[in-house]
């Protein structure tokens, strides 16, 4: 059952801090609220972009305990964290790369502009110097967010981790 809430924590979270930030970032009620969106266009819009970046820490967050199994809590909580903002920062330039190598003959939707599946969304976040406000706003504190969540959660979640602490509490 705690597995279950940490995973929960683990997704719900950060999405709702990604979600809340890149709401606040992209200034997306002053953009509906002048029609460029309509306010549950830009809601949808901010809630997948959300997700996108709250999956691409997903992968740090299931990788890390793995590879990084003898650390301490620090150690550990430092390495998510970089390890986070690197993936994040990875995607952004790949995004960009995609969009820089276009050109008119592979197709003018967002989707051939920003890269498949979800194009649409870079090419609201991402585009002119959306990049930017990405890395600097947006990547920082989701990366702090998963170097806390990851380890606290997997230290309480545990059972070695546990069993040690109730072996040194009937040692004299």
């Known amino acids: 059952m705690r597995n279950i809430l940490a995973i929960i924590l683990k997704v719900v979270v950060p999405w709702l801090c990604s979600f809340g930030m890149l709401w606040w970032a992209y200034s997306m009620a002053a953009r509906s609220n002048e029609g460029y969106y309509t306010r549950s266009e830009a809601v949808r819009l ?17 990788a890390s305990p793995f590879f990084h199994r003898e650390q301490t809590w620090l150690r550990l909580a430092v390495k998510t964290a ?5 993936i994040l920062v990875l995607y952004t330039t790949v ?16 989707s051939a502009q920003f890269g498949p599946v979800v194009g649409h969304l870079n090419a609201q976040f991402l585009s002119d110097f959306g990049w930017l406000q990405y890395i600097v706003i947006i990547v920082p504190p989701v990366a702090l967010m998963a170097g806390v969540l990851v380890p606290s959660l997997d230290f309480l979640c545990s059972r070695r981790q546990l069993r040690v602490k109730d072996r040194s509490l009937t040692t004299p």
Do not use: H, Y
């Open 82 to 86: 970089v390890e986070s903002a690197g």
């Open 46 to 62: 901010t809630a997948e972009m959300a997700l996108v970046t709250t999956v691409l820490v997903c992968i740090v967050w299931l």
């Open 95 to 110: 995004v960009m790369v995609w969009r820089n190598s276009w050109k008119p003959e592979k197709g003018l939707t967002d």
